[in-house]
């Protein structure tokens, strides 16, 4: 049996009668692998050792991962970044929208990870953590940036609640 006989019959097994980019798939976790190696090259050859990440460190990061994510999958002002893979559907609320992928292969497989707030989040966290290791000071200001919005989106929302409440 060849080896194309097996992934042909491990992918029809796999989705039955859903269309799955599990092609796209390995693209997307091959483009992940690639660069997440080359960084830890990189850092190795320049030699390059980063300090244990402190507490608050890890909480701006978190903070930040959160916010950019959202931004980046979510927001209006973002979608001309998404529309080669999406298909705009509806509002979503509070300058969000509602999108679903088109394409196959590994336009729908790039489609799924732009627009998924938590799949967005490795790739967000990875560059992040990066730039925490490689520019750690500019990339402490961004997230610093990324977590104040964070901040005020809750705290415009709490506000618009409470004016709601109000009425």
Not at 40 to 58: C, F, G, H, N, Q
Request: aromatic share 6%.
């Amino acid at each position: 049996m060849s080896v194309q006989t097996v992934i042909r019959r491990v992918k029809q097994q796999y989705q039955g009668d859903e269309e799955r980019p599990l092609g796209g798939y390995l693209v997307v976790l091959g483009v992940y692998g690639g660069l997440t190696t080359a960084m830890a090259a990189v850092a190795k050859v320049l030699r390059i050792t980063p300090p244990k990440p402190s507490p608050m460190d890890t909480v701006l990061l978190s903070v930040a991962t959160h916010k950019l994510s959202r931004l980046l999958s979510k927001d209006a002002v973002t979608s001309p970044l998404r529309a080669p893979f999406t298909r705009y559907e509806e509002p979503a609320g509070e300058g969000e929208l509602m999108e679903s992928v088109r394409g196959n292969g590994i336009r729908h497989a790039a489609g799924e990870l732009i627009t998924c707030p938590f799949c967005l989040a490795v790739w967000v966290a990875t560059g992040l953590t990066a730039g925490m290791v490689f520019a750690p000071r500019v990339t402490r200001l961004a997230c610093t940036t990324l977590t104040a919005v964070a901040v005020s989106d809750g705290l415009q929302l709490v506000y618009d609640n409470a004016k709601d409440a109000g009425e």
